[in-house]
């Protein structure tokens, strides 16, 4: 198992110093669920609520997130992201939106962190938009799907 690299020899939190490694072409995807009753769900998908259209709303506070992470995550750096998006698949059975986002950067360090915090924050933007039509939705299911670049290289969810 890996050391654990934000905590000193003498226990004391700290930020990773990434001043000695190497810039590398860096991408993370993650994914993450919100679930809902029916009604909600054909609410949304008919874009009949009343906040506005909310999957649009919640791309944008996704891709802000992704660029803010450093300041909700305390040891993350602050990053110069090249890519963010955030995109919305409906599954009209399981009344469920899957919410994938993925970041790019060319940099030190990875932008896993980056890329789930956009999915949370789109799922929780969905669910504070249509919190007055279905105090029961339910956010899960939030990790990350695969991560390329640095030193530890290519990971893939496989299950």
């Known amino acids: 198992m890996p050391e654990f690299t934000h905590i000193d020899d003498e226990g004391r939190v700290r930020m990773v110093d990434v001043t000695q490694k190497e810039e590398t072409h860096r991408v993370a995807k993650a994914r993450g669920v919100i679930s809902m009753n029916r009604e909600t769900f054909e609410t949304i998908q008919n874009q009949k609520v009343k906040k506005g259209n909310v999957l649009e709303t919640a791309r944008i506070a996704g891709i802000m997130a992704a660029k803010k992470t ?18 919305f698949f409906p ?40 919190k007055s039509y279905d105090k029961s939705m339910t956010v899960s299911d939030i990790f990350l799907l695969e991560k390329s670049g640095g030193k530890s290289g290519k990971f893939t969810r496989t299950s």
């Open 91 to 130: 599954d009209n059975e399981a009344c469920a939106i899957r919410i994938e986002s993925e970041v790019r950067l060319v940099g030190q360090t990875g932008v896993e962190m980056e890329a789930l915090t956009a999915v949370s924050v789109a799922a929780l933007t969905i669910y504070d938009m249509c």
């Open 70 to 87: 450093w300041e909700l995550i305390p040891m993350c750096h602050p990053l110069n992201i090249t890519h963010a998006q955030v995109d």
